[in-house]
């Protein structure tokens, strides 16, 4: 499961990085504790232009199918297992035309208590081990008002994969992370093979990410700062060695 997350890196280094032609909306800064009902940074393809341009752009957390009749329902749909979500009612709409990349700083994870953490969950930070943007595999819907609408508000959710090793000691799920090479086919709206679209989602390569551990502040979404990305200082680090 990926339900908090960070989000720092400036518009200009978005584009740069996922080589977006056009910014369409930007975050109102940096969010060290972003929970569902957040905005997240977003990079879809515009379909129905020549040629196709790709955008960035933001999201509301938490999926909203366009059929829907009550937006809460995207308060339980901010992840989409991928071995579901190609058949799924929720998602499968998204799925075949409407995907997207996702990328943050880190994610935070919740792994079994520790003496650091007394009885409550410990929190984990996790990150690239070289630095870089993780990018997650998403998807996005519109919802509310008539095509082109300015009322129409645009949700996302980020899909999810078994554990690789870096994470399976703290928990069974993570993002699915997408390589370079695979960010123009997962974007082609025109690609609509959902094996060949599921196989891409894949458990990240072990080695890949780096996590430590962090203060219980995190667990609650009204804290702000990037300070609560912070290691443990010791003696609470040293009590998970």
Known sequence: MCGRVVTSATPEELVEYLGADEVVAVLDGPDHNVPPRGRLPLVWEQ?????????????????????????????????????????????????????????IDGFYEWGPPTPASGA??????????DGDPLVLAGLWELHGGNGGDESQVRTCTVITVPANEDLAPIHHRMPALLPADAWDTWL??????????????????????????????????????????????????????
């Open 47 to 103: 379909a129905d232009v020549e040629p196709t341009t790709r955008l960035l752009g933001t999201a509301r957390w938490g999926l909203v199918p366009s059929w829907a009749k009550d937006p809460s329902v995207g308060d339980r749909m901010f992840n989409a297992r991928a071995e579901t979500v190609a058949e799924k009612p929720s998602f499968r709409a998204a799925f075949k035309c409407r995907r997207c990349l996702v990328p």
């Open 120 to 129: 409550k969950k410990q929190p984990w930070y996790v990150r690239r081990d």
């Open 188 to 241: 082609d709206p025109g690609h609509d093979d959902p094996a060949a679209l599921s196989a891409m989602l894949t458990s990240a390569p072990g080695g890949l990410l780096a996590r430590h551990p962090v203060g219980l502040a995190v667990g609650n979404p009204r804290n702000k700062g990037r300070h609560l990305a912070d290691p443990l200082e010791a003696p609470e680090a040293e009590m998970l060695r």
